[in-house]
């Protein structure tokens, strides 16, 4: 959260924007683009009486055109029952029954590094985030003389990458995206001897990877006065490998067309905007808006339509999880989610300094 400028949160749907999942609201996280001096530092620590012992760090570095932002750091929970004592910090326990906690231990490292380079209206920005997680769930102690038990282990592993260019290229401003996220789980379980505290790999176990890949270009008129516009296209790709859906094996591919128009004449201000989606999973999606603004007498009004969808991610179209304990199955004929959002928004000056407004939003997914 070190990385973080500021969080923006703009009601109504914006899939003709953005694409998919924008039903009713986009939450926006914009990370820090600058710093006034060469070097800075921030470090942060928590320590709760529950078990929790948090700590991260930020850097910046700042040199001319270049400017260089990590951050790192480690978040530990050694888990919790509602027997647990208040103000009681641990350091051992007991092979009893008290090893079986309802709150899970974890273990989290992550860190999240940036390079900034801006000269004039270029700027060049690669990325590179990693998190890991371990979570550990201890079973009941076993057998005539409790002497053993099976313990569970997840581990997480999150890895992003990509670059973003932005600049003028042929009278155009241009915005390259190019993305890559791996997610990998892995569930491990172990016959724990609680004598020897020796650990026995048993064959209950299995893999979740994830890949998605997503490049986006968008263009965009140098400035006017009058008329903007922008245009451009989206590609996402993704893949899941786990025995837990079906076929174990599953991927989709989404295209995307998108453009907005602004025209401004005589103080009203119109933008229509819309995105045509194609994919080879899920039917296609055209969702369009339209926003007005202008004045009527005194008061400034918003008028806006905007439609937005979200199509069923692959889980819950194949996911496929069968035992003596469950019997979860996906549904591959699942259709997307689409909303339709009208909102009237009315502001109007008076004693110099007061605003009035007013505002009523209509959404229905």
């Not at 592993?157 to 190019?178: A, Q, T, Y």
């Not at 025995?243 to 991927?251: A, F, H, P, S, Y």
Request: charge should be neutral.
């Amino acid at each position: 959260i070190n990385s973080i400028e500021r969080i923006e949160i703009v009601e109504g749907p914006l899939s003709a924007i953005y694409g998919n999942n924008s039903l009713g609201a986009t939450i926006n996280l914009i990370f820090k683009k600058n710093q006034d001096e060469k070097i800075n530092i921030s470090v942060q620590s928590y320590l709760e009486s529950i078990g929790q012992y948090n700590f991260n760090t930020h850097i910046g570095y700042k040199q001319k055109d270049n400017l260089f932002f990590i951050s790192l750091g480690r978040n530990y929970f050694d888990g919790w029952s509602d027997t647990d004592n208040f103000l009681s910090f641990e350091t051992s326990h007991k092979a009893d029954s008290s090893r079986f906690q309802d709150w899970k231990p974890k273990e989290q490292f992550f860190i999240n590094s940036r390079y900034l380079y801006k000269a004039g209206n270029l700027t060049i920005k690669p990325y590179l985030d990693f998190f890991s997680e371990e979570v550990i769930n201890k079973g009941f102690p076993r057998g005539s003389f409790l002497h053993y038990a099976f313990d569970e282990h997840y581990l997480t592993n999150r890895f992003d990458k990509g670059i973003v260019i932005k600049g003028p290229f042929l009278n155009r401003n241009i915005d390259v995206l190019f993305h890559h996220n791996q997610y990998k789980r892995i569930k491990t379980k172990y016959r724990k001897d609680l004598t020897t505290l020796a650990e026995y790999l048993t064959e209950e176990y299995d893999t979740t990877s994830i890949n998605f890949f997503t490049h986006r270009i968008t263009c965009s008129n140098i400035e006017n006065k009058k008329i903007n516009y922008q245009y451009g296209y989206a590609i996402n790709h993704e893949n899941i490998n786990t025995l837990r859906v079906i076929e174990g094996d599953q991927q989709r591919t989404n295209f995307s067309f998108f453009y907005s128009f602004d025209y401004h004449l005589l103080g009203a201000d119109l933008r229509a905007a819309a995105r045509y989606l194609y994919s080879d999973k899920n039917e296609n999606a055209l969702t369009p808006s339209v926003n007005l603004k202008f004045n009527l007498g005194p008061v400034l009004t918003r008028l806006s339509y905007g439609h937005g969808f979200r199509i069923p991610s692959l889980k819950e179209m194949y996911f496929n999880f069968i035992d003596v304990n469950h019997y979860i199955q996906g549904n591959p004929e699942l259709k997307s989610e689409r909303s339709n959002n009208i909102q009237i928004n009315l502001s109007s000056h008076f004693l110099d300094h007061h605003i009035l407004t007013f505002n009523t939003f209509y959404n229905r997914i």
